[in-house]
């Protein structure tokens, strides 16, 4: 037997000997009878970095939350800018006349809204005159620099054709030729071609206008003619003891008038005095200048012999039937077949052919100065301050301005 090998009785290395004393339990620390009062909590420099990150990052919070809605706002401005801009170039296009094709709104008049081709109505309704000063009538009316200008503007992929809704007595030389001269230009820029359709009158200078399109339809029931040219009325009072407006009168048991003119025959036409024979075969040569150029217009466009013209139709209206058989016009057709006509003869399929006219300017383009009316539409004249509505138009004013028209003016000025 090992000596060294320990017995049961021998403790281990690991053990404490049994004469060792015994090991003394852990003691708790015992409060301290006077607790030191509380100190104030100074912040170690460790938390410091805490305090940044949190002001840091609210900091940063409030950086972003700004910017992005500084970034919100530059995109809300942008697009009102843009809208405003798009605005502005309305307005000044329609000011200026230019750019009508692709700022004007249009609205469809016929065909489906989905069609794909399209043919350009451009009414022609009441009194032509030439442009705005020309003043204003009673009832909507047309200047033709205007409706020249919107031919003028349209290109070839801009519509398919033109159709010019006629609805007119007449009005100025000037302004029936701005028309008729913008529909010949319009036709060899762009090949297109050009249509007319009389939706209840066109006389005199709404001849003049239309005589140049490719085809001249008059709907049923309207009238057609009067190529011929008038001036006047000059007027003449004799022993007038009373003159008055609306607005007041004059009675005396003799009126007269007088002028301050230079150059022979200026008041010529001034009603308190007779025309000399001069200044009456002045104002016939004008009268028959207009009426040469006129008739020489018509026969051409048209195709017929000016002596017909002259000597035999004169300035005589006729029905569309009797219009077709003088060759004034070159059929008869309601509204929709007349659409479908058009179409067909500008090469289109009327099923997928729409006609577009043009409506009054937007919000933006109104606001910015452009007139609430589609370019080259007259609107009629309005009362004012109680008074009646009253015409400024020179077709209203001036007797001595020739004019081609039929009828009377009273649906126009009074």
């Known amino acids: 037997m090992d000596e060294n090998r320990p017995t049961p009785d021998t403790p281990r290395p690991d053990q404490p000997s049994q004469s060792a004393p015994p090991a003394q339990?852990?003691?708790?620390p015992q409060p301290h009878p006077f607790p030191p009062a509380p100190m104030a909590y100074a912040p170690a420099p460790a938390p410091k970095p805490a305090n940044f990150k949190r002001g840091f990052g609210l900091g940063a919070g409030a950086g972003l939350g700004f910017g992005g809605a500084m970034l919100v706002f530059s995109v809300i401005a942008s697009l009102i800018g843009g809208m405003i801009m798009m605005g502005f170039a309305g307005a000044a296009s329609a000011l200026a006349g230019g750019g009508q094709t692709t700022v004007e709104p249009l609205k469809t008049a016929w065909g489906p809204d989905n069609a794909t081709k399209k043919l350009r109505a451009i009414p022609v309704t009441g009194a032509i005159m030439a442009a705005g000063g020309d003043g204003f009538a009673l009832t909507t009316s047309t200047y033709g620099y205007e409706v020249a200008d919107v031919l003028d503007k349209l290109k070839a992929e801009d519509a398919d054709g033109v159709v010019l809704l006629m609805d007119t007595p007449g009005g100025s030389v000037n302004g029936s030729k701005a028309i008729s001269d913008a529909v010949d230009r319009y036709r060899e820029r762009t090949g297109k071609k050009v249509f007319a359709f009389v939706q209840g009158m066109s006389a005199s200078g709404g001849m003049y206008a239309m005589s140049g399109a490719d085809e001249v339809?008059?709907?049923?029931g309207t009238t057609v003619g009067s190529v011929g040219v008038i001036m006047g009325p000059v007027e003449r009072y004799r022993d007038v003891t009373q003159a008055g407006s609306i607005l007041s009168s004059v009675t005396a048991?003799?009126?007269t008038q007088e002028y301050i003119t230079a150059g022979r025959g200026k008041d010529a036409g001034q009603p308190f005095r007779d025309l000399t024979p001069?200044?009456?075969?002045?104002?016939q040569d004008i009268t028959n200048e207009m009426y040469d150029d006129f008739v020489n217009h018509v026969a051409t466009k048209r195709g017929i012999d000016r002596a017909v013209i002259v000597d035999q139709l004169g300035a005589g209206m006729f029905t569309g039937n009797k219009a077709k058989e003088v060759?004034?016009?070159?059929d008869v057709m309601g509204r929709d077949e007349a659409m479908r006509h058009f179409a067909t003869a500008a090469g289109l399929d009327p099923a997928d052919t729409r006609l577009v006219q043009a409506t009054a300017p937007?919000?933006?383009a109104?606001?910015?100065?452009?007139?609430?009316?589609p370019w080259g539409v007259a609107p009629a004249a309005r009362p004012t301050e109680g008074q009646p509505a009253r015409a400024t138009a020179s077709v209203c004013t001036d007797a001595t301005t020739p004019l081609l028209w039929h009828g009377t003016l009273a649906g126009v000025c009074r």
């Open 366 to 373: 109104t606001m910015l100065g452009a007139e609430a009316r």
């Open 278 to 283: 001069e200044e009456r075969a002045m104002l």
């Open 327 to 330: 060759g004034y016009i070159d």
């Open 25 to 28: 339990p852990l003691q708790q």
């Open 362 to 364: 937007g919000f933006w």
């Open 217 to 220: 339809i008059a709907d049923h």
């Open 253 to 255: 048991g003799e009126i």
